[in-house]
DNA sequence: AACTTGACGAGGG
DNA sequence: CCCCTCGCCAAGT
């Protein structure tokens, strides 16, 4: 029944699981969210994902390409509407719509220790 | 069941 | 630095 369609959508949960995880002021590329996943999974299955993300509880907005850019610029209703809730998050843009990865990008590892974190009883913490 | 589309990425010109 | 091409794989038609 349901639980069927909850198995169908494995795949797309795994990357929300990660999107859901991004602090306030970083981002993620397609590409990096891919690479964590592992085989079968590419810049462009995450992206196709990301479009059906739900945007009530994933923060699809941190997830950008990786020129440090928005995909979404034609297609978001107010245009460049990713890039106005990320500058409001306090990531700046350029005059290019491009915004510093080096500065900005959540690094893979991190995630991995916070899902640690998570795991441990936080007695220790 | 086959073809097309798409919120990407890397490489070459 | 910008533009084009190819590879990649799920989902929709």
């Known amino acids: 029944m349901e639980d069927k369609q909850v198995n169908e959508q494995k795949y797309r ?3 929300y699981e990660i999107v859901k995880k991004i602090p306030v002021g970083r981002v993620m590329t397609y590409g990096q ?4 996943l592992g085989e ?3 810049p462009r299955t995450v992206g196709y994902v ?3 993300a739900d945007t009530e509880n994933v923060p699809w907005q941190r997830v950008i390409n990786s020129q440090g850019a928005c995909s979404t610029g034609r297609m978001t209703v107010p245009v460049n509407l990713q890039q106005q809730i990320l500058e409001a998050e306090g990531v700046k843009f350029n005059e290019k719509s491009r915004c510093d990865l080096k500065v900005y990008q959540w690094s893979a590892e991190g995630f991995e220790e916070k899902e640690k974190e998570d ?5 220790f913490r």
């Open 13 to 15: 949960r795994r990357v």
């Open 33 to 36: 969210i891919a690479a964590i």
């Open 40 to 42: 079968g999974y590419t």
């Open 50 to 52: 990301m479009h059906a």
């Open 119 to 123: 795991e441990q009883p936080s007695l």
